[in-house]
């Protein structure tokens, strides 16, 4: 590995149920790669992403992941990959090279050398409950998510939360098994629960069934869905007739009509062109993360850990999500809520500053 690079391994879906965010999230990757090079590289050095399918079992993305750290071949980690991939290469990577989990996550990590950018539940998922009881007298809940890490803490969260809200209750939750084909007994158990909203906790393709099934029985004339994983790839695989009712929240969207996320926009559309993949809500993030891990080195002046964590402390700047401070190891950011018009995602509220 020459020392005049310094390679990242950029893990990012390729396969399974997110695999239907990847190009986004490569695309957005390497959009930050490139400012970043354009700006002198991360110390000097050009920063390279070598893409890693994240898709894949946990075991099988980390023994990837391993393999490249013992040979030298990479000297950071990033990307977007569900919560299981992150428990496995978390304390496989602490202490050897900088990891920065991109997406928003359940919360919690805490692991040292191990950075934060994405949202989580008491900023995101809780919030916009509050806004649905509030501004459209949506209380009760039935949870629908994927059989793993984020879903099952993540409705943990939401179930404490409720405990001492008058204004939230959960009927009932389902779970499914990730890469789940047939939606039909979990929108059966939505529909006897008889709950005024549905919270999804539903990857990718996983979520995009679930619209269908859902809209197929007309369930969104009465219920509405809300998601902390939607951004516009997958609204627009659902297809504008499963979309009625459709709420997501969120640190970026496409159309939030803010300086800088309409920059952003634009510099993406003229690296990608028009025709790209949208740069959602989960694609930016892994902007996010490759940014970060580039300011975090230009403010440490290295890369090793207890550096890192050290400029982290004092680190904010100005990003597409607008601007974006360090707490600890987690990129404190705005978050909103859109709604789904058809094929678009149009902001409705801003939850958090």
Known sequence: MSRDTLEVAFVVPRSGPAAIVGPSCEACGLLAADEVNAAGGVLGRELRLQVVDGGRAPQVVAGDIDMLLSTGSVEAVTGWHISAVRQQLAPLVSGRVPYVYSPLYEGGERTPGVFMAGETPDRQLLPALRWMAGELGVRTWCVVGDDYVWPLASAAVARRFAQHSPDIRILDEVFVPLGTQDFAAAVERVERSGADGVLMLLVGSDAVRFNRAFAAVGLDNACVRLSPLMDENMVFATGAAATRELYAASGYFEALATASGLDFSRRYAARFGVQAPVPGSLGESCYEGVTLLARLA?????????????????????????TVRMAGNHLMQSVYLARADGLDLDVVAQLQA
């Open 298 to 322: 230009e403010r440490a002046g290295t890369l090793g850990s207890d550096e890192l964590s050290a400029a982290a402390e004092t680190l904010a700047y100005d990003s597409p999500r607008g």
